[in-house]
């Protein structure tokens, strides 16, 4: 019987998250890192890949046939072992081919389960190996990813990575005086930080997705426009306005974490909190990601 927590109506979630999860934790290996015997388990990451790809094909063959009534359900998947036998036995593929092939069989489970037909029961065979089994191997992975920077030499990255100057260069934006001059702040931020991010770069502000610099830049000044009103109308000034940490995570992403105060007459003195979650590449911001933070105290009101 199928698991409660993986019951039809769950399940096509389940499958879809997991493949997603695949993804993102193969990004930026190296076909030569994930050949690495050892990483998991005594196998490499590209072996282990390998037998994923082989446990879905089987899985999916079994839940086909269970759906179909056939009461041979060795028959099918023996014929299709020798298949998948044969194929781990040619040459070695690459990752994104290995990938390219999983995303193809475990899809073609995603439909199954979506076409809703037969009972829970039929499901689970991909539940146990698709889910459950799945998230097991991919937990292994992880483990590995998380003691070392793989994907990239961290040294390598920091000294491509301009965190500290871009940062710099954010916090004398905040030094403007915001009464003296008539400032555009999509041209401000064009100024001042153009030579800091790539032509191509994509940008998650909460959870909307912009992309290319000039847009990136434009939404930003579209979020902000409300401070700038507050500073350019005298109704209110930044009392305080630093990263309050800055580091390099086990993805090699870098984070920084910040914290403004706003002080005037209608101030709570509420400090504002918020990370920005960055991705170089040659030296400029291919990906950054800028998310809230919760707000800690209050001063008064």
């Given at each position: 019987m199928i698991p409660k927590e993986f019951e039809r109506s769950n399940l096509a979630f389940e499958l879809t998250v997991g493949k997603k999860r695949l993804e993102r934790?193969?990004?930026?290996?190296?076909?030569e890192q994930c050949g690495m015997a050892g990483?998991?388990?005594?196998?490499?990451?590209?072996?282990?890949?390998?037998?994923?790809?082989?446990?879905?094909?089987?899985?999916?063959?079994?839940?086909?046939?269970?759906?179909?009534?056939?009461d041979k359900q060795s028959s099918g998947v023996e014929q299709h072992t020798g298949f998948v036998d044969r194929r781990r036995r040619t040459e070695p593929r690459s990752i994104q081919s290995l990938l390219a092939e999983f995303e193809v069989v475990r899809s073609a489970?995603?439909?199954?389960?979506?076409?809703?037909?037969?009972?829970?029961?039929?499901?689970?065979?991909?539940?146990?190996?698709?889910?459950a089994r799945f998230n097991?191997?991919?937990?292994?992975?992880?483990?590995?990813?998380?003691?070392?920077?793989?994907?990239?030499?961290?040294?390598?990255?920091?000294?491509?990575?301009?965190?500290?100057?871009?940062?710099a260069a954010i916090l004398e934006i905040g030094k403007k005086d915001f009464l003296l001059d008539n400032f555009d702040l999509q041209s401000l931020f064009s100024e001042s930080l153009n030579r800091y991010y790539s032509d191509e770069v994509v940008l998650w502000l909460g959870t909307e997705l912009t992309n290319g610099k000039?847009?990136?830049?434009?939404?930003?000044?579209?979020?902000?426009?409300?401070?700038?009103?507050?500073?350019?109308?005298?109704?209110?000034?930044?009392?305080?306005?630093?990263?309050?940490?800055?580091?390099?995570?086990s993805q090699g992403d870098f984070i920084s974490e910040w914290e403004?105060?706003?002080?005037?007459?209608?101030?709570?003195?509420?400090?504002?909190h918020w990370r920005t979650v960055r991705v170089w590449k040659q030296r400029v911001v291919i990906a950054?990601?800028?998310e809230g933070l919760p707000s800690v105290g209050q001063k008064g009101t």
């Open positions: 934790v193969l990004h930026g290996l190296t076909d990483a998991v388990q005594s196998d490499s990451i590209s072996g282990l890949v390998s037998r994923l790809v082989k446990n879905e094909f089987l899985a999916l063959n079994e839940a086909c046939e269970r759906l179909s009534g056939s489970i995603i439909r199954l389960v979506e076409q809703g037909s037969g009972n829970n029961a039929h499901y689970g065979t991909l539940a146990e190996i698709c889910v097991e191997h991919i937990k292994q992975i992880e483990r590995w990813r998380g003691s070392q920077v793989v994907g990239f030499s961290g040294i390598r990255l920091r000294a491509e990575a301009l965190e500290p100057e871009l940062n000039q847009a990136a830049f434009q939404r930003l000044a579209d979020a902000l426009e409300w401070v700038h009103t507050v500073l350019e109308m005298g109704l209110g000034c930044v009392d305080v306005f630093r990263v309050v940490s800055s580091f390099q995570d403004t105060v706003f002080g005037g007459p209608y101030s709570t003195e509420a400090a504002i950054e990601r800028i």
